[in-house]
């Protein structure tokens, strides 16, 4: 074989080797770099065919010399090609894949302290009640005064208090203690006959353990009209007891004391051999109604404050109401509607 059927046939060689090692990359551009250099670079083995052409007979270089400008351009353009079909298939924003399964997209939920507050608002709402809202900053009259609790009275150590700096005209400003201040609120804005649900957020100065936090949702519960009695706040509570928990579930009401009504007395739930008090409620006291300018020898009523973290534990099993608060998804995301 004579030197330039030599370098004819190293051409052939390098194209289908050079060709079938850049058809083996698909993503690494360090690899794509390397080929280039290797083939095509300044030192590359193309160059190394270039400077054998030097050797060879003038009249052969017309004919290897194309030749290898040939293969120049095909590997040149092969590269080329080669690169944009992978950063294509690599681009992310402008490929689309229609083969891939879906992406699964994680939805939101409700969170349990909303989802028990609708649910006994609802049972409230099949009973005819309402459902209002009221403010979190409350006056030491709404939250306190109105409700029979005068300042010197020693209930009021009950609903340990947080203050606000701020006064408006001499009136003591705080972060409510229970909802019960929406019970004068209502009256003051309404005439017998009333059947309202409040929920809403309350808040107490005091240390938290399982069962108590400092800030805590209530729902309050107002009925007024003529004759009513307390067999019938019994009756709505039982209701919304057998509503909430279901018809074997066992309720307990036992006398208990609150300066804004007369009787008063707490429900509790039978729980694992446990009696748990999930509410305080009685009679609109006297002194209330007159207070907000009812006749309480025309009209009576029944007021009740549920505590819905406690009810959705005892429904669900939840041990220590910090859960609650402390956002942990793997607590939150267990509470599907
Ligand atoms: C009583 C009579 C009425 O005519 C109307 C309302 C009431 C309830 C009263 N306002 C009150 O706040 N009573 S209470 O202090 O016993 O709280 C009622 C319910 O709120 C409790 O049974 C409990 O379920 C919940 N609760 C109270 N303190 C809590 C709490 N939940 C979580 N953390 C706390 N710190």
């Known amino acids: 074989m004579t030197n ?18 850049l058809d083996k990359l698909h993503a690494d551009d360090d690899q794509l770099e390397n080929w280039r250099i290797s083939y095509l670079g300044r030192n590359g083995k193309l160059s190394s065919l270039m400077k054998i052409l030097a050797t060879i007979p003038n009249d052969d270089k017309r004919l290897v010399g194309p030749k290898i400008n040939d293969l120049k351009d095909q590997l040149n353009k092969t590269f080329v090609d080669h690169k ?7 681009d992310k924003s402008g490929y689309f894949d229609n083969s891939l399964p879906g992406l699964n997209l994680s939805s939101g939920n409700y969170h349990p ?9 609802q049972a409230f709402g099949s009973m005819g009640f309402e459902i209002l809202e009221g403010k979190e900053i409350e006056t030491e009259k709404y939250n306190f005064d109105l409700l029979n609790i005068p300042s010197d009275h020693p209930a009021r150590d009950q609903w340990d208090t947080i203050w606000l700096n701020a006064s408006t005209e001499g009136e003591k400003h705080l972060l409510r203690t229970h909802t019960s201040p929406m019970q004068a609120r209502i009256m003051e804005n309404k005439n017998p006959p009333i059947r309202v649900v409040v929920p809403g957020k309350c808040y107490r100065y005091e240390a938290t353990d399982a069962t108590h936090e400092w800030e805590f949702h209530q729902i309050e519960g107002l009925a007024v009209d003529k004759d009513i009695s307390f067999s019938e706040l019994k009756g709505t509570l039982f209701e919304m007891a057998r509503k909430i928990f279901g ?19 707490d429900m509790s739930i039978l729980w694992d051999g446990k009696w748990i008090e999930i509410l305080g409620a009685g009679m609109v006291h006297p002194k209330v109604l007159s207070g907000v300018g009812y006749d309480p020898s025309e009209v009576s009523g029944f007021a009740f404050g549920i505590g819905p973290e406690r009810v959705s534990m005892l429904k669900n099993k939840i041990k220590d109401i910090r ?7 793997r607590f939150l995301s267990q509470f599907v509607r």
């Open 247 to 265: 018809s074997d579930q066992k309720v307990r009401f036992r006398c208990d004391f609150f300066p804004f009504v007369e009787p008063g007395v």
């Open 113 to 121: 302290t909303t989802l028990i507050i609708r649910e006994i608002c």
């Open 84 to 90: 944009n079909n992978i950063n294509k298939i690599e």
């Open 4 to 21: 330039t059927e030599s370098i004819l046939s190293e051409i052939d060689e390098l194209k289908q080797i050079a060709l079938s090692d």
């Open 323 to 329: 859960n609650f608060h402390i956002n942990d998804l």
